[in-house]
Every structure is written in structure tokens, then in C-alpha cells.
């Protein structure tokens, strides 16, 4: 990875870092005083807002990053007008999304009941044309993205650590995530002006197709991610829904840091694409591939083993059901982000959506038969079995799309064996740790176990000579 990659991580990985420091500050505070069952309001709440958030945003967030990476290659106007064609496209499915979420709250009962609070969440919903993440990504401006999340984030915190006191400010919650979003949504809006041409011959057509199939991908996506969510609100109680939440929360809280690699690659693999380098793009994969492999094993495991201490630490006691929900769910913390470079970094660069969405409609399909049959006798176990073998199907899937695409590229490399290899070895200390009960704080029992692993991984690595390691030992070494 030259410099310039590099120097785009890190700032993505201070993002990620944000993202995932934000919920352990936001959410400890917000569960314990919602209590489960109006925590399982907002959470409710925010699943159905997600599927009309990706109506109205139609797909832009991976179209998005593939349609500027290349007109930016070209020449300004270019860029200027299909940008332009983007936004226009965007606040045209925003408004309609708006118009049929609005008819849900009043139509629909079970919304009505909680009406303040999917009126707080249509906020959402019409301003998310104003989604720019995809455009600042694919112009490679980490820096500015990086700014804006610390600011939110802080805004965030502030709102909700001065407003948020009892368990019925479920509604005011919701209002410290989405206002300070909303707000800077407009700075983003007032950022990009001089991108913005309404004079030019706009031709929204050309877009159309494409952003359409993307938008049925990312929506199917979306409904399988937040289904069982979804379903639990409907089939069971908001305490189950503010259980399985936690579960969810704590499992996906580290998939951001891998799959910020992932984002800054895009561009970079596009222009490999364009160029037809073949050599350059397997090599970016292959980073990839090594990274998420490298960290997403051994991060299973302390997981797996630290999991009670994790959900009492940040929820409190009284979520102990979330812990067995939470244990069977993060195999998906390396399936997603395996399905993720599959996808995000291979298929729709090389222009394969509708293979995407023929797996993601697959996915989604296989997900709602699992919860409709698991969900009614089991409940949030039932559904977190659901989430694993729907996201392992759709891997293994978008794997073998990868495999018809790239004839020439090898997934299976020798070397790949030892990240499996220094994982079992660690899960067999795991279990013999596992037996001691150290008398100290949650915190510290978390940070003695989970660093004594990783540094055991870490060792087992550098005894099998592995050669990802010893590459990043060297690149650190020049430094």
C-alpha cells in the first residue's frame, strides 16, 4: 500500500475508532436509563426508518463511490454534471420515500401508537438525499470526512448526556442521534455547491438501471440486516427487541474497522479496473483479503470469550439474555466483511450488480424463512442463528461470484492457513482461561483476557513466519 493509501486509512481509521468508542459511551448510558423495553422502541423505530433511509438514498452509496471515481478521472464538467444528476435522482426518491413513510405512521397501527417517535425518524428519511459519504469517499477527501464525524459524535454525547434522564426520553434519544446528523448534512449540502450544475443538459436516464439494480441490492441487504430486528417487534415483546439490539450492536461494533480498508481501496481498485491492471488490482485484494483474515479471527475468539463481561460492562446485568445471542452471531463479523470485498470491492467496480442482487434477494429470502420459523419457538436465539446462516450463504455465494469474475485469481493461498492455525491455538488457551475467574472489575478482566490472546496470536504468527506479519513488522521497521 503506497503513502497515499496509507495516509486515507488512517483517517478512516479514525472514524472507525469513533464509531466504535461513540456506542461505548452513548449506548452503556442509553440502555441502562431507557431500560430494555423502550430501548427496544428506538431500535424498533430505527429498523423500519432504515429500509425507507435506503429507498430514498436508491442505491447512491455504492453506485455513488463507482460514478465519481470515474468522472473524476475526466474532465470537470463531467464531474459536475453527473454529480448533479446523482442529487437530482436522490431528492426525487427521498421525497417519495417521505410521502409513503408518512402514510405508514398514519395508517399503520402498530406506528401510530408510537407516532413523536417515526415522525423524529421521517427526518431522516427526507433528508437523506443529502447522503454525500459516497462523494466525499470517492474524491478522497478522508480528512474532511473525519472532522465531521468527531464533531457529530461530540454534538451527540453533549445532547444526550444533558437531555436524556429517564426512561420515558426514548423520544429525545432519538432526537440526539438525528439532529446533529441532519444539521451537518446541510454543511455538506453548502460544501459541494460549487460541484452543482442545474445549467448543463442533465440526462438522469443514464443512471437509472444501474442505481436501480444497486438500490434493490442494498435494500434487500438492508431488510435481511434489520429483519430480525423487525420481525422480533412484531412476534415478540420490545424487551426481546432491546435484548437482541445489544447482541446485534456489540457484535457489529467492530465491522467498521475492517471494512475501512475497504473504502479506501474503491477508488484505487476502479482506476486499476479502468486501466486494465490486473497485477495492481489482485494485489489490492489480496491486502484486503490478508487484512480482514489477520484480524477478524482473532477478534471472534476474544469476543466469544469475553462476551458476558462486554454486555455487563456496557448494558449492565439486566441484558444477560443478550449474551448467548451475541456468541452465536459473530462468526458474521468475518462473513460480512468477506461479503463486503466480494461486493463492494470486486463486483459492482467490475459492473456485476445484478449478480449482487440476485445473492442479496437469495439472502433475503433464505432470512425471512429462517425467522418465520425459528423466531416464534426460539426468539432472539432463533433469530441470531437466522442472521449467521443467511450472511454464511450470501458469502459463500458472493465467493463464487468472485471466482467466475477473476478465473485468474487464487482465494485459497497456503500462507492464509496460519491465521486458522494461531486461532485454534488461542480459542484452547481461551478455554483454559475460561476457568479462572479473576477477582477484578469487568473492565479489567476484559483487557487481561483479551490482550494475553492477541499477544499469543500474534506470537503463533510470528513462529509459522507468517507473511503478512512480518511485511507489516518491516513497513513499521522503515518508519
Not at 475508532?17 to 422502541?41: C, D, H, Q, W
Not at 426481546?240 to 481501496?265: C, D, H, N, R
Not at 462476551?307 to 468475518?334: N, W
Not at 476457568?435 to 479489567?444: A, G, S
Amino acid at each position: 500500500m503506497n503513502l497515499k493509501i496509507l495516509k486515507n486509512y488512517f483517517f478512516n481509521l479514525i472514524i472507525v475508532f469513533t464509531n466504535i468508542i461513540f456506542p461505548m459511551l452513548l449506548f452503556p448510558y442509553a440502555s441502562r436509563v431507557l431500560t430494555p423495553e423502550n430501548f427496544g422502541k428506538y431500535s424498533f423505530g430505527n429498523s423500519i426508518a432504515s429500509y425507507f433511509i435506503t429507498f430514498g438514498t436508491l442505491g447512491i452509496s455504492a453506485y455513488g463511490v463507482r460514478e465519481i471515481s470515474n468522472l473524476k478521472l475526466k474532465d470537470s464538467q463531467e464531474l459536475k454534471k453527473g454529480f448533479t444528476e446523482l442529487i437530482i435522482l436522490t431528492l426525487i426518491s427521498s421525497l417519495v420515500s417521505f410521502t409513503i413513510f408518512l402514510l405508514m405512521i398514519y395508517g399503520c397501527q402498530e406506528l401510530r401508537v408510537e407516532k413523536k417517535l417515526f415522525l423524529i425518524f421521517s427526518l431522516q428519511v427526507i433528508f437523506s438525499f443529502i447522503t454525500l459519504d459516497y462523494f466525499f469517499i470517492a474524491m478522497e477527501k478522508h480528512k474532511r470526512r473525519t472532522y465531521r464525524v468527531l464533531i457529530i459524535k461530540s454534538i451527540s454525547l453533549i445532547f444526550l448526556f444533558l437531555f436524556v434522564k429517564e426512561s420515558k426520553d426514548y423520544e429525545i434519544f432519538a432526537l440526539t442521534i438525528i439532529v446533529p446528523e441532519l444539521l451537518a448534512k446541510l454543511i455538506d449540502l453548502y460544501s459541494v455547491r460549487d460541484y452543482l450544475d442545474i445549467e448543463q443538459k442533465l440526462d438522469l436516464k443514464k443512471h437509472i438501471k444501474s442505481m436501480i439494480i444497486i438500490f434493490i441490492y442494498l435494500f434487500s441487504t438492508t431488510v435481511y440486516l434489520n429483519l430480525d430486528t423487525t420481525m422480533l417487534g412484531i412476534l415478540k415483546t420490545n424487551k426481546e427487541v432491546g435484548y437482541y439490539s445489544v447482541a446485534i450492536k456489540m457484535t457489529k461494533i467492530i465491522i467498521p474497522l475492517i471494512t475501512s480498508l475497504g473504502l479506501v481501496l474503491t477508488p484505487e481498485i476502479i482506476k486499476n479496473i479502468n486501466n486494465k491492471d490486473n497485477n495492481e488490482f489482485f494485489k489490492s485484494i489480496d491486502s484486503y483479503l490478508d487484512f480482514i483474515l489477520f484480524f477478524t479471527l482473532p477478534i471472534i475468539i476474544i469476543l466469544g470469550f469475553t462476551s458476558e463481561r462486554l454486555i455487563f460492562l456496557f448494558s449492565g446485568k439486566e441484558y444477560i439474555l443478550a449474551v448467548i445471542p451475541m456468541q452465536i452471531m459473530l462468526p458474521i463479523i468475518l462473513l460480512i466483511s468477506i461479503s463486503g470485498l466480494c461486493a463492494a470491492q470486486v463486483l459492482i467496480p467490475l459492473g456485476k450488480e445484478k449478480n449482487i442482487l440476485k445473492i442479496s434477494i437469495i439472502g433475503l429470502i433464505t432470512n425471512i424463512a429462517l425467522n418465520i420459523l425459528f423466531i416464534p419457538n426460539y426468539s432472539i436465539v432463533g433469530a441470531a442463528v437466522a442472521t449467521v446462516i443467511s450472511e454464511l450463504l450470501v458469502c459463500i455465494l458472493r465467493i463464487s461470484g468472485v471466482k467466475k469474475e477473476l478465473k485468474e485469481y487464487k482465494i485459497l493461498k497456503k500462507y492464509r492457513i496460519n491465521y486458522i492455525y494461531s486461532s485454534v491455538f488461542i480459542f484452547i488457551v481461551g478455554i483454559f482461561f475460561n476457568k479462572f475467574t479473576f477477582k477484578v472489575n469487568n473492565f479489567i478482566q476484559i483487557l487481561i483476557v483479551g490482550s494475553s490472546l492477541m499477544i499469543l496470536y500474534l506470537i503463533s504468527l510470528l513462529i509459522l513466519k507468517d507473511k503478512y506479519l512480518y511485511n507489516l513488522i518491516k513497513k513499521i521497521e522503515r518508519k
